[in-house]
């Protein structure tokens, strides 16, 4: 499996990007999927979930009600639609494949990440 993330860039606090995770590979279609971020300095956080079928979803507190994830399996794609950004969400954002379905999840496939930077 393997991971592509992209919608990356530099927004005003307030703003919205969508970020995008295209992924190869047959089971993809068939795995859960995640976004993880990782600020300057700090651990990597969840951030949000998605099972295969798009049935149930998680979100970390932080961006419960502002974050959406989806998915498109005939694309192989999940995506993550933030919106209401504030500099606390600057990071690097990194989408995640064939994850346990746990609080936070636990996953296999990583992709190379994207850099998110919230301007005040």
């Known amino acids: 499996v393997q991971l592509q993330a992209s919608g990356g860039g530099l927004v005003q606090t307030g703003g919205s990007l969508r970020l995008s995770c295209a992924g190869s590979?047959?089971?993809?279609?068939?795995?859960?999927m995640a976004w993880f971020h990782q600020a300057p300095g700090k651990e990597r956080e969840f951030v949000a979930a998605i099972t295969w079928s798009g049935g149930d979803i998680q979100y970390s507190d932080s961006v419960k009600g502002r974050f959406i994830i989806s998915r498109d399996n005939a694309k192989n794609t999940a995506y993550l639609q933030m919106n209401s950004l504030r500099p606390e969400d600057t990071a690097v954002h990194y989408c995640?494949?064939?994850?346990?379905?746990?609080?936070?999840?636990?996953?296999?496939?990583w992709g190379q990440g994207t850099l998110v930077t919230v301007s005040s």
């Open positions: 995640a494949a064939v994850c346990s379905w746990h609080s936070p999840p636990v996953c296999d496939y």
């Open positions: 590979g047959r089971t993809v279609s068939r795995a859960h």
